[in-house]
């Protein structure tokens, strides 16, 4: 199953592939068909198909005119799984002199195919204007706009000197901002501009600008970075704003912003020397081709230097609280009848240009008759353009003391304008109430319950020690502690004992075991000590059937305790097989030797004798009995 | 039998224990009226006779500590919030206090100490020597009556897989109960009771003067001379100091 999916697997891949091929749709198209001399003509070469990683197609040698990449965009569309994509080539064609050209076929290689595309004629007449030294030539604006178009003062001093990392002129950035003069809390956009003739990929900020002083807002760049190609010093560059900041300054001053370092990658590539669109033969800020042999480089724009005027002393109304920028003003009331220690709630709304995260509630008027409280601030911040703006709300709650007709006061809020620069003061309206006489308490709203700022914050007020404790902990449990801590203690102890106790019997049963001699032998001491009291009890009487089984039962005794010590059979020894171990261990000259044969010849003679034997002689056989066992004992040792 | 006489006495000797225990509630009543009237110097002294009677309750040491936060007596009352804090050492008034009297200090000393001994300081601060050695002491004892357990109902297995498990126990906390030890018994902690106190580079006059601290400085002592200690700072400093100049933290 596993091999089969495989199979079908591989099939899918090579037959994808052989589709992907055989799919692709090569079309060029310009924009126009006569031009001017000098005039440009955008020349668009659109491939179509699956998925692809395609390099631009280099445009076959046209004398009469200068041509010039300008960029690819891609379009990936994902159907039902699958997807498909368009890549469109740029090209911008200046033609050099008059006449009917015609654009020879583009061959695009997709694969291992090559896909021409249809040839195309061109009319171009005499030009009627000169070619500006520094123009733009971006295919949406007019040629000769000035750069940058968005700016309201293109400041010329502002044009970097050429960063030239490892002396290369061939790629450097601009820093600049909008206006070199600005008031406080007045808003600077921060624009860096990238120039490159290569190939280039923006990876980002390597060392971030250093913008102490300033409140900043960064505006989000569009996916596909705007970009343009544009001449300096009589080269053409393609240009692309690539980061942009909103600073507002916080205090009057001259600054000097440190812009950081951007990052970027270049194709190391071999440059043409007369075919421009070499230097571009892929993608910009878009990847470009995944196996390019990338290099990064490091583009230091020069410092800024910007000049923060103090807002203006003169016309300072007393509601200004430090906004600058556009704005209006407007607020409403959820209710203009209310019953005492009810509250009303107006809701502030500040809209406009400007820093709105920097903006005040507008001050309250001294108020006799209303207990007043903070419920809610919202803010929203838009970046629309090139312009930081929003919307600021703040609700106010107002509880009426006093039954009767009131009004909630007008609220004034100025701000400076810097175009104008003077100062606006906005009013909201004057909202009449009806107050209701009511009993009931003040109490706080249910639908304000949750909200923190309504309520006031608690707030230490000084520090000192804790006070004393006034109590001392019962002793009773701290000594029934104790006492269980000693008693665990010796418990623990105990159970140890134990433990290594039964880990003794038990590694002895495991020995025993698998020998059986060695048990009777390790055993046969404890057995004779147990047969030796015995022997004791019986001994003392002096019955003559107690006679007869105590000498019964010392031969038994001996005889198992010898044959357990010698391991041989309990049953089966014989009295010859004992004397001759006896005799081999004791020796046969040796006096106990014939003390212990003497206590057999006695045993057989209480057992089939008719006479009497003494008590003496029992004491005497059991001591036999114990002297045996000693020195069989001793000699083990 | 003889078990039974001798549960009885401790039976009848309990009555005693806690005839003093009236004494002792009843004298730090009597110290407690005297901090709350204002009297803080008689609070201390009453304070101090329990102490010296060796009454150790962290209540005893916290409130004494307060009662010399009230004299200006800053490095005492340091120490007996650091004698408190080894009794109950969890008590979040005794550390308020304690965080509190330092800042009042006038000399402070930085901790470059590495953020595990900081750490591990912590952590084994949280717990009393009795506190660990219980658990010990609780964790052996199921490890050995597993092992009892083992044998006597003849599974023989003494090294089974629970076993393994409490043994791991027994490691770790064994490990925490080991540093307790060396915390408590190894590392004697002492505060600076002199306004100021001079450490040496030796155990002499003669030595040059190595720094300078105010009271109330916490100290390790590392070594010990007749009249002389080695002590050693948080911020890595060591220096000779006179016995008389520091107090141990000790019960």
């Known amino acids: 199953m596993k091999k089969t999916l495989f199979i079908s697997f ?31 003509i955008r020349l668009n070469i659109r491939v179509e198909g699956q998925n692809m990683n395609l390099q631009a197609p280099r445009l076959p040698k046209m004398e009469s005119f200068d041509t010039y990449y300008t960029g690819r965009a891609s379009h990936i569309t994902f159907i039902n799984g699958g997807s498909t994509s368009n890549i469109e080539f740029s090209y911008t064609l200046v033609p050099q002199k008059a006449g009917r050209f015609t654009l020879n076929s583009v061959e695009v290689q997709v694969g291992s195919k ?22 733009p030539t971006g295919s949406a604006g007019p040629v000769t706009q000035p750069l940058p178009t968005q ?83 009589g080269k053409r560059y393609v240009k692309a704003d690539v980061k942009k900041l909103a600073l507002f300054p916080t205090a009057p001053g001259n600054y000097t912003i440190q812009p950081g370092s951007l990052k970027v990658s270049v194709r190391e590539e071999p440059q043409g020397s007369n075919a421009f669109d070499e230097f571009f033969s892929d993608s910009f800020f878009t990847g470009g081709s995944f196996f390019a042999r990338r290099q990064n480089r490091l583009l230091n724009p020069p410092v800024i230097q910007l000049t923060v005027k103090p807002l203006p002393d003169v016309g300072k109304p007393e509601s200004f609280q430090g906004a600058v920028g556009s704005f209006r003003i407007s607020a409403t009331i959820d209710k203009n009848k209310v019953k005492q220690n009810e509250p009303v709630t107006l809701k502030v709304n500040i809209e406009g240009e400007g820093n709105i995260e920097t903006i005040n509630r507008p001050k309250l008027p001294g108020l006799t008759g209303f207990k007043t409280y903070d419920a809610d601030t919202n803010s929203k911040l838009f970046k629309t353009g090139n312009v930081i703006g929003g919307t600021k709300s703040f609700e106010i709650v107002f509880i009426p003391k006093n039954e009767g007709n009131a009004f909630i006061p007008p609220l004034a809020f100025s701000y400076f304008d810097p175009r104008q620069e003077k100062y606006v003061t906005l009013q909201t309206p004057n909202f009449p109430i009806q107050v209701e006489h009511s009993d009931q308490s003040f109490q706080m709203p249910e639908d304000m319950t949750g909200k923190a700022m309504f309520q006031k914050q608690v707030k230490l007020e000084g520090k000192d020690v804790r006070y004393i404790e006034e109590k001392l902990p019962d002793l009773l449990p701290m000594r029934l502690g104790g006492l269980a801590y000693r008693v665990l203690a010796w418990l623990d102890l105990l159970l140890f004992v134990i433990l290594v106790f039964l880990w003794g019997k038990d590694r002895q049963e495991r020995l025993f075991s698998k020998d059986a001699a060695l048990r009777r032998r390790k055993t046969a001491r404890s057995v004779a000590s147990i047969n030796i009291r015995r022997l004791k009890k019986i001994a003392q009487s002096s019955k003559e059937e107690d006679t007869k089984e105590f000498f019964v039962e010392l031969e038994k005794a001996m005889t198992q305790y010898m044959a357990d010590k010698w391991n041989l059979s309990t049953y089966g020894v014989t009295r010859h097989d004992l004397e001759e171990t006896l005799a081999m261990h004791f020796g046969s000259d040796d006096p106990h030797l014939q003390d212990i044969l003497g206590l057999y010849a006695l045993c057989d003679e209480s057992r089939f004798g008719k006479g009497s034997i003494p008590q003496a002689s029992k004491k005497m056989g059991i001591k036999i009995f114990q002297d045996t066992v000693n020195r069989i004992e001793r000699m083990r040792k | 039998m003889r078990r039974f006489f001798v549960l009885l006495f401790g039976l009848c000797c309990m009555p005693v224990a806690l005839g003093a225990t009236a ?164 590392i004697r902690d002492a505060i600076v009771m002199q306004k100021e106190c001079e450490a040496r580079y030796g155990p002499s006059e003669h030595d040059q003067v190595a720094f300078r601290m105010g009271e109330g400085i916490k100290v390790f002592v590392v070594d010990r001379r007749e009249d002389w200690s080695r002590v050693l700072l948080t911020n890595g400093d060591s220096g000779w100091v006179k016995n008389t100049d520091i107090a141990e933290v000790k019960i």
Request: proline share 4%; charged share 20%; with cysteine.
């Open chain 1, 151 to 233: 700016m309201p003062q293109p400041v010329p001093q502002n044009q970097p000197s050429v960063i030239a990392p490892e002396n290369d002129d061939n790629i450097f950035v601009q820093a600049w901002v909008d206006r070199k003069t600005v008031y406080q809390n007045q808003q600077v956009l921060l624009t860096y501009s990238l120039y490159t003739r290569y190939d280039t990929r923006y990876e980002g900020f390597e060392k971030e600008p250093e913008t102490s002083g300033f409140w900043i807002e960064e505006f989000p760049m569009e996916r596909e970075i705007e970009r343009e190609t544009i001449k300096v010093n």
């Open chain 1, 114 to 135: 090559v896909f021409p595309t249809e040839p195309i004629i061109l009319e171009v007449a005499e030009s009627q204007a000169q070619t500006p030294r520094f123009s």
């Open chain 1, 10 to 40: 591989l099939f899918l891949v090579f037959f994808k592939a052989y589709v992907c091929a055989e799919d692709v749709r090569v079309t060029a198209s310009v924009n126009k068909r006569s031009a001017q001399v000098g005039e440009e």
């Open chain 2, 23 to 186: 004494d002792i509630k009843s004298a730090f009543q009597e110290a407690n009226t005297s901090y709350r009237t204002g009297d803080y110097a008689k609070a201390a002294a009453q304070y101090e006779n329990l102490v010296q009677q060796n009454i150790h309750f962290s209540a005893i040491y916290y409130d004494l500590g307060n009662t010399y936060v009230r004299l200006g007596h800053l490095s005492k009352a340091i120490l007996n919030f650091e004698k408190a804090l080894r009794l109950d050492p969890r008590n979040n008034d005794i550390r308020h206090n304690l965080s509190y009297t330092r800042g009042l200090l006038e000399y402070r000393v930085e901790d470059s100490r590495n953020w595990y001994l900081k750490a591990s300081e912590h952590i084994l601060k949280y717990i009393t020597e009795e506190e660990i050695n219980s658990v010990v002491l609780g964790v052996i004892f199921v490890f050995l009556v597993g092992g009892i357990f083992g044998f006597v109902t003849g599974r023989g297995s003494f090294w089974s897989a629970w076993q393994r498990f409490v043994f791991i126990m027994l490691l770790s906390v064994g490990l925490v109960a080991f540093g307790k030890q060396v915390q408590s018994n190894l």
